[in-house]
């Protein structure tokens, strides 16, 4: 009888035990549901925060980049300031060069063949710092034109180039914008360039063609020696 009084009471206990198991069994599996879901979003939470992460260390190499690049840019405004100053300086330097007047009357040309340039210059004045002391006790060997805008007229004369085979001279008219030709006893011969030079500075004569330098356009033009036609 004992026996069977404790498998009876084992059997009830087992039984409770059944029924506290079926009872809980569902609040268990919602708890694990849960608990899986609480690491699914802590997992995504994750991945969004390494993402976000990602992102900011992209954004902050760009604005480091960006403000390299701010600073190359803002270095360069600057050379090309003062390259700007310094050439702006030249340019009025060299104007008022031209606009100072001078003891020689103008417009004045020396005009000299190639074989007299080594003793013109002391005919004309003496040579001190490769600079010609304009303080002249001798009258020119030719002078050419006058103030004007006309043929055979010249406004700051820039630079002149001859050629000796022809006998001609050729002259910068700067301010008139123009090239003029005159033969070596000073005759006016014909003008070119006058629509398409603003500034004429330099001028260089060979056998085919007149090499143009000009300040306005920053170009070098080439013309043909014989009808004067632009090349390029």
Partial sequence: QPMVAEVNEFEQFDLVATQILNTFEPLIQQLIARRDALLRKLQDMKDDYLRKESTRKAAREE????????????????????????ATDIYKERIQQLETPTKLPLPFFSCLTLNQ????????????????????????????????SANNELDC???????????L????????SRIQVVSFEGKFLKRFGQDILKEPWGIAVTADNVFVTDLYLHALLQFKRNDCELVR
Wanted: charge should be negative.
């Fill in 117 to 148: 340039l080594t003793t013109g210059i002391a005919e004309f004045g003496e040579v001190k710092e490769c600079k010609l002391d304009y303080s002249l006790k001798k009258q020119p060997v030719l002078a050419v034109g006058k103030e004007g």
């Fill in 169 to 176: 001279i050729y002259i910068v008219d700067w301010k008139n």
């Fill in 157 to 167: 004369p820039a630079g002149l180039a001859l050629d000796e085979v022809n006998q």
């Fill in 63 to 86: 604005l480091l980049a960006t403000q390299l690049h701010l600073q190359e840019l803002s270095l360069k405004v600057n050379e090309n300031k003062q390259y700007h100053q310094q």
